[in-house]
């Protein structure tokens, strides 16, 4: 039942000519499918709309080839032909009485335009924000009316499609009416440069014509950046940016309220707490009139509840926690808190978009999922047998598995060798800044506390033997993966000879509490997170710390989850040395010698310890048992065995429980080998 402390989240809210039901607002968000991908993306946004987002907004959606930001995949509304994959996607919010918004845009010199091949638009000619050998050009008034009317010309085919919202977006530093917002970006001496009222002239504009286009009946919301974090050389929410507000206040007819760029909208969970940004975004509301909306991984319904009694927020944005659980306002509309997949803040999400990739979530397995494989994040179909299960393992794979076999209805049995369940989500959270991670194991504990048909056996190791006597019909290897000591990875792909290893930590020695002492490399060939957060640790404890890696930045993947600028500053400003391009070509009495990554040069640093953060080593014996002793398998009646999560290959914490998933889903299927998820096919055109 629903708790009536929460009841103010439930109040509808008029935007403009359209009423949002409750004030529960997922914001656009990118997904990696956008216009390639339109079946996916639109029953993404439907089920959001299911689950109770009472407004639900695409991705940004291009109205131009003049900024075409491709590969990545956005929505896109060129022409008409691209009406019909949105019109879907407004279709299916429809269904569930929420109201379907869309995020025009036009990204300027963000967009090198790779595929149109057109020359980027901007307030001034700048080189383009890539490393593409592109620049663009300065618009001239011609460009700049042609801008508004293409604006207008994409809010009329929005309509046409059944948007509600229908968006001018002037935020992250990347679009066109931002850039001339900006005067780190705009050095025009015309109408539209020099003052901020001359400054704003193309976003007033936009707003009036757009509003004039399709205001009748759907309303026209401002993305907007009050605050670009660079002091008063751009828009700061104690100067321009408010100066911005007070000027526009009740122009829009929401304002959706941004700060930084995407890497600070989106904050990792390493770098901010949820509600982050409300000293910079709390001054809004005094302003205006108009309903305002704001993100800050907000998963709490007491802080939504307090950011809107407070009068930070009328409603409440959400584009992650939305993404790890699309039924978050419907949780809390009955009063299921506990059954919340709290978003933890790891960017595996914005990852996927930067690969260009559908969309995947640590917590939530069927993102992505929803249209190409058919899954549904709160529905699973009931068991097809009596079939009793055993998982041998209770990290991220395991628990996955054990929670949505048990949801099925069969009877589970997960076997763990140690005293707690977690695997890696129990050790890894005891990191610097890694503690929301615990939130991976924590959702699937409360999980299997409500299923009584899944059974949890601690400090239960299990041996190929004791699987084969277990009685069981079908057996889940989910027994995880251990750190290299011996230096393979990417930079070296056999042992290095030269290594001494009774100096040898990894990870899992930290993690255990096992630490080195005197002076340390720490050795990254992984390029995730995991070299730099060691790296810290061990600076935590006071120890003089050399981060070695091949590469020419630290935890070089992170910068698809956002994450990597951040990274780096922490790291150096921790006081901790980066010996960048460099492999390691050996280790022994207290110097690492080193090689440069393209000379192969070698010089020697001091080193007591060192640390191996490279690959990982699946945790496969009892599976390879198994495998070998097929006739006891088959005697002991077990129809099937199967390795899951980083037992299989070892990968991320997401790829893990997608992994446990994937198992509980489709393990009665029989081995095919067609492709196990629908695809979107483009279709060919006349010669
Ligand atoms: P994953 O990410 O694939 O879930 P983890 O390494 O996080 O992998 O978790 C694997 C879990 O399996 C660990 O908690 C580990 O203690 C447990 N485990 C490994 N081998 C066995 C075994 N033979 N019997 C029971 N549990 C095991
Ligand atoms: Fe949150 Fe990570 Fe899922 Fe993104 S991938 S929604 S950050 S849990």
Redo the contacts with the bound molecule.
Sequence with gaps: MKDSRYDILFEPVQIGPVTARNRFYQVPHCNGMGHRAPSGMAAMRRVKAEGGWAVVCTEVCEIHPSADISPHNEARLWDDRDIPALARAAEGIHEFDSLAGVELGHHGFRAQNRISREVPLGPSSHTVVSYDPVQSRAMDKEDIRNLRRWHVAAARRAKQAGFDLIYVYAAHGLTTPMQFLSRRYNQRTDEYGGSLENRARLLRELIEETKDAVGDTCAVPVRICVDELVGPAGLCSDGEGRDLIEMLADLPDLWDVTVGDWSNDSRPSRFGEEGVHEEYVSFVKKITGKPVVSVGRFTSPDTMVSQVRRGVLDMVGAARPSIADPFLPRKIEEGRLDDIRECIGCNICAAADNTYTPIRCTQNPTMGEEWRRKWHPEIITKKESEDRILI???????MECAVSLGKRGYDVAL????TELG???AREPLLPGLSAWGRVRDYRLGQLHQLANVDIYLD???SADEVLGAEFDRIVL????SWRRDGVARYHRIPIADLDDSGVFTPDDIMAGRFPTGSIVVYDDDHYYMGGVIAEKLRDLGLNVTLVTPAAIVSGWTVNTLEQPRIQKRLLEKGINIAANQGLAGFSGGAAKLACAFTGRETTIEAHSLVMVTARMS?DA?FRALTERQDEVREAGIKSFSSI???LAPGT?AA?VFSGHRYAREFEMDASDEVPFLREISELGPW
Excluded at 392 to 398: I, K, L, N, R, T
Excluded at 415 to 418: C, K, R, V
Excluded at 478 to 481: D, E, K
């Design positions: 041998v393992g209770a990290g991220p794979a395991g076997a763990e060798a140690t695997g890696r989500t239960s190791e299990m989910a027994t995880g993966s945790h009892v999560g980083d037992s914490i893990a």
